[in-house]
């Protein structure tokens, strides 16, 4: 998959740098330079995105949702020099799968197979930077789904129901949730899935919906008795719904995901199956159960601490250490439930010392020119197309990026995606660095010296240049605003809200091509006020450098490509920022 972190750009030959070292992006883990682990006495980031499931080519809803939206915390998040990791992969087992290789005529696995390698191609294209994309279909998911049901189990969290279910006599089975359509009892959709309304939102079972229908035959199903596991969820709401109350403040959650999360608590929570009639799936690893499997959203959310275990055999240091790390999640709307109240449950309920969830984020959906995507309509873009419309990936994140539904639902609108390309990031961001390396020929590419007396505090009286020009409150006001968005811009990044990280990063780009304008960059400037146009040039060059560690969460190709410019190393955000000179007059670009 794509690396976490930006290339080292190679120094050219006679191109010496002149940087200062301790503002450099720590890219690699000194203690195990192998395997990232959680460190004593640091800042540990475990960032996961909702697993997506492995049946369909994911569209750029589903990208900015998830992936791409936890990519960019990722990659925020190790700008400032915190210890973090990406973990990811596709969800395998349940009904869908089954379905999905019924109808395309093969073997589950080979299903998995297949669509697996097609998402990792997706992502790849994308630039989104996994330290691990593995998947759920493996002994390790097995194993952990396992040892938590039955600790579940053990201790008396669990019993056993009878209930009736759908069965198909045509099919000689009975039928899982997502093998049944019908209308929905909450809203009447006549559409509805046997587990959920796509309309409503609704968790449903199949048995509840009116009018069933078998997916696999369309014959009508009857009722038959079937033993599950349930699990006592409601037993373990007032530990759950106490631990959300502390974490969604303290872990500064996005507001849809507090919401979505209380009203679940004030319906109240009910007992569920644990168990499915598959083949496809975790064994229910209890005797007399020997043809079931553990219910997919149960199992789906352990994929994360198994897709670690197969990244480390340490995978426990991330996953129980809820002292040293802290664990963020991505996801959809839709997925919310699952990740706040069903999952913590469980590992609550198996009185291990997990690592919990400290801050979700969630997002709106992404609509695709007023409407819905639709594979099956071939309608809106998928990421396996994506590549074949000639278009840089980094253009792609910017845009999606940009009108990231964080808060309401927005829209894909191809002529607002060629305008933000052409009067933003052009115009913006790629006339500011364009503008300075090409004035830097006339001093053959080595940063000039600092004008001398001339100083970048904001805290003490600034000299006027050597010619008499007031331009010590010019310097004063660029460095007071740079630093006033660099904090504006951490304070929106760090709960999440990367559409206006990404909106500040470019108001800093913006700043940079307004000191140009104030200074009068230009041939006279550089012949005749020589002193004011070096000290220009240095905050200028400087201001780009510091722009790489904003630019790179949201499009790691660009800011690669910037320091390969400058001729510099990755670097993290400037420290309490404060805006300094850290390539250095002599330093070669």
């Given at each position: ?7 080292v750009?190679a ?7 002149h ?6 992006m720590?890219?690699t883990?000194e203690?195990h330079?192998?395997k990232?682990?959680p ?10 995105s909702?697993l997506?499931y492995v ?8 990208i ?17 020099n ?11 087992y349940?009904t869908a799968?089954e379905?999905?290789?019924l109808?395309?005529?093969v073997s589950p696995?080979?299903?998995?197979d297949?669509?697996h390698?097609?998402?990792a ?8 930077g996994f330290?691990?994309f ?13 040892d938590?049901f039955l ?8 019993e056993?129901h009878?209930m009736?279910?759908?069965y198909c006599?045509?099919?000689?089975r009975?039928l ?13 959709y ?11 939102g ?7 919906l009116k009018?069933p229908k078998?997916?696999?035959c369309?014959?009508t199903?009857e009722e ?10 409601d ?5 759950t719904e106490?631990?959300?109350?502390e ?7 996005s ?8 009203s679940w608590f004030?319906e109240?929570l009910?007992p569920?199956s644990?168990s499915?009639?598959?083949k496809w ?6 005797k007399g159960?020997e043809?079931?499997?553990?219910y997919v ?5 352990i994929?994360?601490?198994?897709i670690t ?15 040293q790390?802290r ?9 919310v439930?699952f ?6 449950s ?5 009185k ?11 997002a ?5 020119e ?8 071939n309608?809106?873009?998928?990421g ?9 990936p980094s253009?792609w994140?910017?845009?999606l990026?940009?009108t ?6 927005s829209?894909?609108v191809w002529?607002?995606f060629v ?10 961001l790629?006339?500011f660095v364009n503008r300075?390396m090409?004035?830097?020929?006339k001093?053959e590419?080595r940063l000039?010296?600092l004008p ?5 505090r904001t805290?003490a009286p600034l000299?006027t240049?050597g010619d008499?020009?007031?331009?010590g409150?010019l310097?004063a006001?660029f460095?007071a ?11 929106f ?5 990367m559409?206006?990280g990404l909106?500040t990063m ?7 091509n307004?000191l140009l ?15 004011k146009?070096d000290a220009?040039i240095l ?6 450098w510091?722009?790489?560690?904003l630019?790179h969460?949201f ?5 690669d490509?910037?320091?390969v410019?400058l ?9 309490d920022h404060?805006f ?5 007059p002599?330093h070669?670009v």
């Open positions: 998959m794509a690396a976490p972190f930006p290339r750009p120094q050219p030959e006679g191109h010496e740098r940087v200062r070292e301790s503002v450099l720590k890219v883990n203690s330079p192998d990232i682990l460190r004593d006495n640091e800042e540990n980031v475990l960032v996961t909702a997506p049946n369909n080519v994911p569209h750029l809803g589903n900015i949702g998830s992936t791409l939206s936890a990519d960019v915390y990722a990659r925020y998040s190790r700008t400032q915190r210890n973090t990791l990406y973990i990811c992969g596709t969800d395998e349940g799968t379905t999905k290789a109808e395309e005529g696995q080979a299903l998995c297949k669509y390698a097609l998402h191609q997706v992502y790849e294209w994308f630039q989104i330290d691990y593995g998947r759920t279909s493996t002994p390790k998911q097995t194993e952990i789904a396992q938590i600790k579940l189990y053990d201790n008396k969290y669990l056993e009878t009736r279910q759908l006599g045509t099919c000689e009975f899982a949730d997502r093998y049944v359509n019908g209308i929905c009892p909450k809203c009447d006549d559409d509805a899935r046997g587990d959920q309304c796509d309309k409503c609704q968790l449903l079972d199949a048995i509840e009018e078998c997916k696999l369309k014959g199903p038959r008795e079937s033993k599950h596991m349930f699990l006592r969820i037993t373990l709401q007032p530990q106490a631990w959300v109350s974490m969604s403040k303290k872990g500064h959650w507001s849809n995901g507090t919401f979505i999360t209380e004030k109240g009910r569920f644990l499915r009639d598959l799936g975790v064994p229910v690893p209890l159960y043809d079931k499997v553990l959203w149960f199992d789906a959310p994929g994360y601490p198994s275990a197969n990244y480390t055999s340490d995978w426990e240091k991330w996953w129980k250490n809820p002292e790390v664990l963020f999640q991505f996801m959809g709307k839709d997925n439930r990740h706040t109240v069903i999952f913590p469980c590992l609550i309920g198996t291990d010392k997990w690592t919990l969830l400290h801050h979700i984020n969630t709106e959906y992404l609509q695709y007023g409407g819905k995507f639709s594979k099956s309509r309608i809106g873009v998928f396996d197309k994506a590549k074949d419309i000639g278009v840089s253009v994140r910017y845009y990026l940009s990231r539904p964080e808060s309401s639902d829209q894909f002529h607002d305008t933000r390309n052409n009067s933003e990031l052009l115009k913006n790629g006339n300075i090409t004035f830097m020929k001093y590419g000039p010296t001398k007396g001339t100083m970048l805290d000299p240049t008499g020009t007031p331009f409150d310097v006001k460095v605003d740079v630093n006033a968005i660099l904090a504006k811009y951490t304070e990044m760090d709960v999440g809200k559409r206006a909106m470019m108001e800093l780009s913006a700043r940079g307004l304008s104030d200074a009068g960059l230009d041939n006279t400037l550089f012949s005749e006020h020589r002193p146009c220009v905050l200028a060059t400087n201001l780009i510091a722009l790489t560690a630019v969460p499009m790691p190709a660009t800011s490509d910037m320091l410019q001729n510099a190393p990755p670097r993290a955000l400037p420290k404060a300094a000179l850290d390539l250095l002599g070669m």
